[in-house]
């Protein structure tokens, strides 16, 4: 224990971002006045999650300024009002009931605050009872002001085991349905999310089962957390999703990857969150998406089910997927493998802003038309096609592509065909960036714009522009239709050029 304690102050140190994650990680759910064995939980001090770098003002002023305003896809549902009743629990704690929870907000904490909880609570009670069941019980989250109330508050209250305190563990929520939430208001949604997830396994499967399916249990816990957090900010839910994913894929090169079968007990779950916690997590939260994004949500909640029924773990999985998992394994881990080739430096292309390798190509979109306002760089040809994972994209423009260097490029992206753009990626010289557009159908609110890494694209201007951008950014999309244009900072963008279908590379 003491050697895993001093571990897990290490560890709290470097961990921000995923604190939230680990926080219900192997903790038991101890009832008051039982409280259960040492939960080894490490989580870290209550600084919100690495913000989305933010590019200056200029650049991101740019895109946004140049969008034409676009229809919406579906109408977003307005919140809820949330009635505040005046009513307070024997501590002082206001009560806020929403349609399908109570709120406890601490004295201190402000009505906009409790709100804040009870519609993101609400968010993640749509996800779960849709994908997997409502709850049976209704819910009880309580606000916190401070991190240290909380947790002297779990031992003092809740009768906690006191290393609940000096681990700065969260627990999960409990048999009760009641839940703790620290003063968080950016990574509020994922982490109720995640909590409320878990306790909807147990009330599936069965209480405290998931100590025998810990990876499929995280996984999940951490799928809904992100499905929820992509609906308050899309951008930021991917680019938590990419971390995930890059963490996966780097474990995969140097054979790290976990094998599932020293990843299912709480027992084995503890030992590898002691040697990798993060890639624990991570590696949990990937297998569940490519599980759900092969077979549908629906077989999760079969197995679950099935656990129900007095089936241990391996077996229910192999009841409802048809395959052991082991053989989800090896083909999990050869997906990451392809994840990763296709994340590697240009396979297909030299991005090296010469046209050289483009030649036995056809231009996709050829734009005879001079652009008509702020001629920033007048795209005259488009060469795109997808490869390996990714879209290689080549801009020829009027005259050298590296002669002004205030000049930035953008393209839509169209996944179905609708004449709507999803995504909308740029760059420059010194960044690059994806929109998202399918939340409000605007590049307007910077969490709907994902940053991207040198990791993640390769980028050359020279001669002509060359652009590599993982399909995975987009959707995977199998033949997106992309439309150009380009702009210089604080101006207008330049007319678009026609659609032009990108097709794989033959
Ligand atoms: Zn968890």
Known sequence: MKTYLRMTRTLSALVLALFLIAACATAPTPIPGSPTSSPITPTSTLIPPTAIPTPSSTIVASPTASVTPMPRTST??????IPIIARKDERGFSILETA????FAQPGISDNRAQDVGKQFEIAYQIIATDLAPAEQRPHLYVYRSEDELFQDLTTTWKYDTWFTIARAYPRMNRDYIAWIPPLPRGDIAFITHEYTHRIIEQIAGINSQINYKWF???????AGLQ???QQSAGEAQAKRQEQIDLVARAQKTNALIRFRELTTEDQFRKMIER???????????AVDYLIAQFGIAQIKNVLGVIRTGSGFPDAFQKVYG???DEFEKRFFEHIAKLDRASDAATCFTIDGQAGDWQ??????????YAPIARAADVREVFAVTCNGALYLLIAVDGNASADERIAYAFEVDTNGDEIPEFQPGFDRARAWVWNLKGTGYADLKQNMLELTDRDFRLAIGQVIEFMLPLRLIDNAARPRIRVYTFVSGQMANRRTAWGTVAPLE
């Open 76 to 81: 977003p549902t307005p919140p809820t009002a």
């Open 276 to 286: 990798d916690w993060r890639l624990a997590y991570a590696q949990s939260s990937v």
């Open 100 to 103: 399908h929870a109570i709120i």
């Open 217 to 223: 249990d995280e996984g999940l816990a951490e799928y």
């Open 360 to 369: 036995k190509l056809k231009p996709l979109i050829v734009d005879t038309i």
């Open 323 to 325: 395959f052991t998992v």
């Open 228 to 230: 929820a957090l992509a």
